[in-house]
Each structure stands twice: as C-alpha cells, then as structure tokens.
C-alpha cells in the first residue's frame, strides 16, 4: 500500500487520516472534501459552537497546517464525482484523476427535506454544515425572530434549546405524539417536552404540517390549518446515507453502505465508514447504521487498521450526547433493541437527575439484559454503563433500579 485516500472531511474521515499516521503507515494520504474545510465534527454544530459558547477549535478537528506538516494531501473545496473500484481511481470534479490502493468512503450523510409546498423558498434551511450553522447563528443571536422548526429529532430540539436561549420565539412542529419517541420511547420523550415547554417552545405533536407560505421568502408555515407566522424554517426531519458514489460504483447498498465488521465494502480495497456506512455489527449479529459521533470518531480508528491489512472489528456500543438548557445527557445503546424493552429508572426523575436503563427481556425473577443506558444530569457513569450493556449478564431490576446499590457493583 502506497497511497491511501479518503473522500469526505467529517470526523471519520479525519480520524482516519490521523489513525494511518499513528498507525505507522509512511505512504501518500489524500483527503478529498468537497465543503471548503479541513475535516471537521459535527455535533457542535447545533450545540455550543451554534450557541457561541465555542469557537471554530470545538469543530475543526486540525488546520490545514497539521496536514501538511504530516504529508497528508488535503484538497477542500471539491467533490469526488466517480469512483471506479476496478481501475482503482476516482474522478474529482475539477476532472482530476487520482489513483489508490485503498479508499475510504466517508461521505456522510445529507438532510432529508420533505416536498412541502413552499419548501424552496429563502427563509428554510436545513443544518448539517459548518456554513449552515454559521447563518444560522447569524440570523438568531440578536433574538427577536419567530423560528419554527419541523421534526422534534435531536437537532430540532438542540436548534430550539439554542434559539430561547437568544430571546426567540420557537414553535416545533411534530407528527409524532411524543418528541424523540423512536429514539427513547414515549415516557423519556416526555421529559424532553416538558423540558421545552418550561422554557416557553410552543410545541406541537400530533400534527400535520401542510405548507410554508411566503412570497420572496418564508413567512408562515400552516399547520393543522393555522398559519403560524415565521421568520425562519428549520426542518429537521432526518438525514439520508450519502450513498450516490457507492451506488454509482456498484457497491452493496443498504440503508448505506454494507460493509462486513473490518468496514470492508463489497469491493476489493474500498471501505465505508461513518454516517454512510451501515457494518456488519459482531455482538449483535446484523447490520447496524449510526449517525452519531461516536460512531464516526471511532469507525476511523477501526478501518484506518483494516486498511492497512491489520485484523480489526468494530463492535463499539453506538453512543449519543445532548446538551438542551440545563439538560445534559449521555446514551449508550443498541437502539434496535430497546423497542421491546422494559424502562428501568434510577434517581430522581422529575429532578431530571436519573439513568434510565433499557432491559431485554426480564425473566419471572426480573433480571434481564440491559442493552441501552441513558444518564441525564448524572455525571462519571458511562463507562459504568457502557460495561454493563457489554457484560451481557442479565441483572436484577430491583438492583439496577435502586440508587443506594453502587452501580459498579452490579458488574460482574
């Protein structure tokens, strides 16, 4: 191996570039980034750096300088328009070819946006981007505005937590009946409505958005046949596996990318990692897609070795943080089995001060496994419960839930 090279600037393809030099390998490094950065992270984006709490150092993971200085080739600014495993090359959209001996497909994800009448006017945005954040930011920090945002996931609610603390008017618009309810289910996606509504959201479930209204921009947004005037529309409804380069390569698609555990492709010497691979998971035995920060941060370490011909897997525990207010909260999980089951909460839920455990399967005794544990306000416990979701054991209930049991005595 040669010549690495790696298509996207977010934090796995970062990781990835670094994990080749700590790795040992001495050969040629190309990023290709098609936004006009260094590889940088995104959870900021919608968190402190939105907020102004943090500076572009919370989000570019290194300046251009730090490239250099370690021979990786950095071109920003340019999108990676073709790739062709068998030639083992890629097209660059300035037409430039560049030739590999292995590549890494890091190309993310993109913000789904729904075919709302008025969906195309100025005024309705989308944040995923470094750019994104920054008009944002620019168009709420003096406060003042009237913000609707469409979708209750993580960045709507983050975006909305970011916006009242400007002096904005927010309303969140949701189908569901409970916020974040396909991520945590109903009772914890309660806390976080309650939580909004104390901080004066108008927030809306159950309800139908019809259209956004305007004329040179955005003004209103109708929903359930109310008008609701707006300033500005953030959707937030999810975002997509890039997955246009992969899918023209002929890759094996899947809600992403499928890669087996080393986060190989099904082509010879092109791997996937990030928000647009969905790997081969080894504990749970199936596929599992993540578009957390974990995720990426860690898949680059993994398929940095796997690259290079070293034996590796990527069995991490997919983690989450949030921070909304005075809210701050951590999640560790398998999320495809916390649907079925049961809540177990430890401490003080109405002082939001608690970790809520999800517990496959609970025998007549009451012990089952925990396979997701999520700590709000509570501090220094996520390695705790990052092993116990590992250890596999089925625990008793009654202790998990009990506050005076230390929790590492329940490891076993």
Known sequence: MSHMLIIGGGLAGGTAAEALRDEGFDGDITIVAAEPHPP???PPLSKGYLAGSEGTDAVILHPAEWYAERGIRLITGLAVTALEPVAHTVEVEDGTRL????????????????????????GVVTLRRL??????????????????VIGAGWIGMEVAATARGFGNDVAILERDDVPLAAALGP????????????HGVDLRTSVAVERIVGSDRAQAVVVDGETLPADLVLVGVGAAPDITLAEEAGLDILNGVLTDAALRTSAPDVYAAGDVANPFHPVLQRHLRSEHWANALNAGKVVARSMLGERASFDDIPYFYTDQYDLGMELSCYAPLMTDADLVVRGDLAAREFIAFWVEAPDSTGRGRVVAGMNVNVWDVNETVQALIRSGERLDAERLRNADVPLDSLLP
């Open 187 to 198: 009772e914890m996606g309660e806390v976080f409505r309650e939580l909004h509504l104390e």
């Open 99 to 122: 030739d590999y001996d292995a590549v890494l497909l890091a190309t993310g994800a993109t913000p789904r946006m729904i075919p709302l009448p008025g969906h195309e006017l100025p």
């Open 131 to 148: 750019d994104d954040s920054d008009a944002l930011a620019a168009q709420l920090r003096d406060g003042g505005r009237r913000l609707v």
């Open 40 to 42: 940088y992270q995104r």
